[in-house]
Every structure is written in structure tokens, then in C-alpha cells.
């Protein structure tokens, strides 16, 4: 029996979705322990994601918020997450010293990559940059788009456009990188949400604005 994603992000629903799992490389957010099931292209993608940071950027530690419901349907504090496409996903930081840090929390970015809780982090433009090239460059899974506030956007596009391994993506970044038109500025965590699964035709909806 295949797993569904009913409807739309912001109206919609799942059946035989799959629980994300922490792991050595992933790490899940206290606050998001009910919310943990999506669509298992979504579920498969975020640990394919955190095992491949694992290894380009050793150390590193996937931290993920809310995905979906079990079923789905309505999720507090989200206009969307609701089809099990949707996944909320923790910036790297890094200290003031430049050393990787690992939380268990959300924590907001200015445009000069500073944080706005005066704790002296700093958002980490290079495995930040990799993880959305990650994104970008996965077979198994398509991703729709990645929210994320446009002062960290331009900051990412940048950073990229200064390294030449970086540059030849950052076309497609762009377009994979937005804003939403419909809720805060996501400074403080990525959106992630994966187009509708194959043999889905009828089934599943892409949503006609860019709203999270
Ligand atoms: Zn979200």
C-alpha cells in the first residue's frame, strides 16, 4: 500500500506516513515530538540530508522541527504541514570563534549573520549553503521550495557566488530559495517542502501561491 499526500500543504492530510527518527546525525527538536510523520520521499530526503552532512561537514548534526501529524490536517503554529510535504529545519551556526555549534533550538538571524538573541552565533554561510546544494542536487526527492527570510537568502546566494565549487548552483538556488508571502520571515529556520509524489495525479496539490 503506498503512502498518501491528500490535498494541499495548507489543506490536506496523509495516510501511512512515516515518523522521522532521531539518529547519531539528526537531531529533533523538543518542541517538535508530535509532528514528526511525513511523506516517507520528505523523511528519506531529511536523513539522506543529515548523513551527507555528516560526512562533507563532520560534526555536523541535522536539527529538524515539525513535519506533520500522523494523519495530518491542521498543525498549531502552521498555515501549511498538513500533507506531510513540509518540514521545518535548523540552521548551522557557528561561535563567535568560528566553531560549530550544535543546538536544540531555533535561533534567529540578522542580515549580517548575527543572532538576534545576542548569544554571540553566527549563521554558518558555508553548511548552511551545502545542505540547500544537497537539496537541490537530490534524485529520490524534489524539492518545491525552501523558505527562508530574503536578507539569509541574498547572504547564501553570496557566499556561493564567491566560491567557485558553489557558483554553478546558485541559479537554481534562487529560484528554490524564497520567502513566503503569508507568514513570519523565517529567520530562524529553514521550510522545506517537497513537490507532490509521483502517482499521486489527482491526489495531491501543489499550491498555486508561494505561501508556507
Ligand atoms: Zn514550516
New binding site residues.
Partial sequence: MMSLSVGSPAKGWQRRAKKLRPSADLRIKPSGRHAMYGHPALVLMLQRTASQMRREAPGATLLV??LSTEFGGPLSG?H??QSGR???VGFFVVDSRNRPQELDHFVAFDASGKAKDGSGLRFDDCRNWLMIQMWLRDQRAVVKYV?VATVLRQRLLDSARRHPAFRKYVDSAATLLIQPRNSSA?DD?F?VRIACPSRHEGLCQEQGTVN?
Avoid: V
Wanted: hydrophobic share 15%; charged share 30%; proline share 0%.
Fill in positions: 522541527g515539525d502552521h501549511s504541514h513540509d518540514a521545518d523558505f523565517h529556520h521550510h508556507d
